[in-house]
């Protein structure tokens, strides 16, 4: 804790971006659970005008803690999207390092100290579930092996050297975010995560992955679907095909 106490100090701001869609009952929680662990760290909320009031809560809590900030979007525009629009609203704020997780405690914010750290030699930090076993916690087996062989067929056809490339729990170093265009980057759930993993990975960023625990939400409903599923399955091939002709 220290240790990354000394990172967030005024010379390296860092903030973790977590969109949201019907979070209420979580995100006020991970709210105080992330500045427990990180007091200096900021937040931003991405919101896509959840219908629960999730923005309205955020709001509430900005009143009483000047490290938060909320985002808000006319409507459900997708994961990917949110994140690209938190990505671009942190990098024009000039904060150092940008995080990513989930709003649903899948992601434990103990882990984020860690994740920062390792940032000290990496550019971009994985929170793995696959680097050391399997590490999820609630999946059904359906579910924990679609990830899985989802993972695997996305190491074999883009030749990426990550076990976790579908995983959401990330940090960054601005600097490799500024690289990437994320104005062409329209993908989604899995997709998404896969698109920026390939496009640091070809840039030649320094990829590291921490095993991490997953444990799967038990507040809120899932957003999985078989739409976030079949666009990962494609997106590897596009993205192969876009670089071998040299658009990536």
């Known amino acids: 804790m220290e240790q990354c106490e000394?990172?967030?100090s005024p010379l390296q701001r860092a903030i973790v971006v977590i969109p949201t869609y019907n979070e209420r009952e979580?995100?006020?929680?991970?709210?105080?659970?992330?500045h427990q662990v990180m007091p200096a760290i900021d937040i931003l909320v991405?919101?896509?005008n959840s219908p629960d009031g999730t923005a309205a809560l955020v709001r509430s809590r900005m009143a009483e803690d000047p490290q938060l900030a909320l985002l808000e979007r006319p409507g459900k525009m997708g994961l990917g999207t949110a994140y690209c629009d938190g990505f671009r609203w942190a990098l024009e704020r000039g904060y150092d390092i940008i995080c990513q997780m989930d709003a649903d405690f899948s992601h434990n914010p103990e882990d984020l100290p860690r994740l920062i750290a390792a940032l000290d030699h990496a550019d971009v930090v994985i929170g793995s579930r696959y680097v050391s076993g399997v590490n999820v916690v609630n999946w059904p087996m359906r579910r924990l092996l679609l990830s899985y062989m989802a993972n695997l067929y996305t190491r074999i056809v883009t030749g990426m050297p990550i076990k976790d490339a579908t995983?959401?729990?990330?940090?960054f170093r601005a600097e490799i975010l500024r690289k990437?265009?994320?104005?062409a980057i329209h993908s989604n759930g899995y997709a998404f995560q896969i698109e920026m993993n390939f496009r640091a990975w070809r840039l030649g960023a320094r990829i590291e992955e921490l095993s991490i625990v997953f444990v799967d939400r038990t507040?809120?409903?899932s957003k999985m679907s078989r739409t976030i599923i079949y666009e990962a399955a494609w997106i590897v091939w596009k993205l192969k095909l876009l670089a071998l002709i040299g658009k990536l």
Do not use: E, H, M, W
């Open 219 to 221: 507040n809120g409903v």
């Open 180 to 183: 990437i265009d994320l104005g």
């Open 46 to 48: 991405v919101d896509d």
């Open 167 to 171: 995983g959401g729990f990330k940090a």
């Open 6 to 8: 000394q990172r967030l």
């Open 26 to 34: 979580n995100i006020t929680a991970l709210i105080s659970a992330i």
